[in-house]
T-cell receptor, first 115, second 115 residues
Framework: NAGVTQTPKFQVLKTGQSMTLQCAQD?????MSWYRQDPGMGLRLIHY???????DQGEVPNGYNVSRSTTEDFPLRLLSAAPSQTSVYFC??????????????FGSGTQLSVL | GENVEQHPSTLSVQEGDSAVIKCTYSDSASNYFPWYKQELGKGPQLIID?????GEKKDQRIAVTLNKTAKHFSLHITETQPEDSAVYFCAATNILTGGGNKLTFGTGTQLKVEL
């Protein structure tokens, strides 16, 4: 009964370093997405995917890359970390609208600090 | 794009009282409006949602109302309990263009239920 699993839970980076935030779901959901949460700003969409091999940009995509090689996994890559990327990152997944189940399931988050 | 405004940012009520959180949206094409509850250190969790073809939906102590003409929707919690204390987020999207994944969130309401 894992749902959406994110690793790591905490990470500290130095400016310019790169890293990958991992996300996996075991609900056979076609749709997956990444959000960042900053104080007073709610959650903002970074990138999303509607299926394996298909990704698109959200509201705040700059500085992040994604790929979707399998249905289960949707990693988020920071190419050259900047202090402005200090945030809490959430991965989420949902089924397709055709199944009439839009419920979005979130992981427990990754707290990232860039020094 | 869509813009969602949420009020109030903080709300304090006495146990047993009702709580109301209000949101407005800008895009008339939005047709799906979920509400999420986020407890400290956890990911958001869906508590109730409503589609644009319905004006009201209720689930035990929680209800959501939608006014499409005015482009606003509200969360109503009755008989509040201490465990209702959390941050609540409203969101909006057009499910035909991205399922439940491409949500635009409000900035959140910190609800505190006092004994």
């Amino acid at each position: 009964n894992a749902g959406v699993t994110q690793t790591p839970k905490f990470q500290v980076l130095k400016t310019g370093q790169s890293m990958t935030l991992q996300c996996a779901q075991d609900m056979n959901h076609e749709y997956m997405s990444w959000y960042r949460q900053d104080p007073g700003m709610g959650l903002r969409l970074i990138h999303y995917s509607v299926g394996a091999g298909i990704t698109d940009q959200g509201e705040v995509p700059n500085g992040y890359n994604v790929s979707r090689s399998t249905t289960e996994d949707f990693p988020l890559r920071l190419l050259s970390a900047a202090p402005s990327q200090t945030s809490v990152y959430f991965c989420a997944s949902s089924s397709t609208p055709e199944r009439h189940n839009e419920k979005l399931f979130f992981g427990s988050g990754t707290q990232l600090s860039v020094l | 794009g869509e813009n969602v405004e949420q009020h109030p940012s903080t709300l304090s009520v006495q146990e047993g009282d009702s709580a109301v959180i209000k949101c407005t949206y800008s895009d008339s094409a939005s047709n799906y409006f979920p509400w999420y509850k986020q407890e400290l250190g956890k990911g958001p969790q869906l508590i109730i949602d409503i589609r644009s073809n319905v004006g009201e939906k209720k689930d035990q102590r929680i209800a959501v109302t939608l006014n499409k003409t005015a482009k606003h929707f509200s969360l109503h919690i009755t008989e509040t309990q201490p465990e209702d204390s959390a941050v609540y987020f409203c969101a909006a999207t057009n499910i035909l263009t991205g399922g439940g994944n491409k949500l635009t969130f409000g900035t959140g309401t910190q609800l505190k239920v006092e004994l």
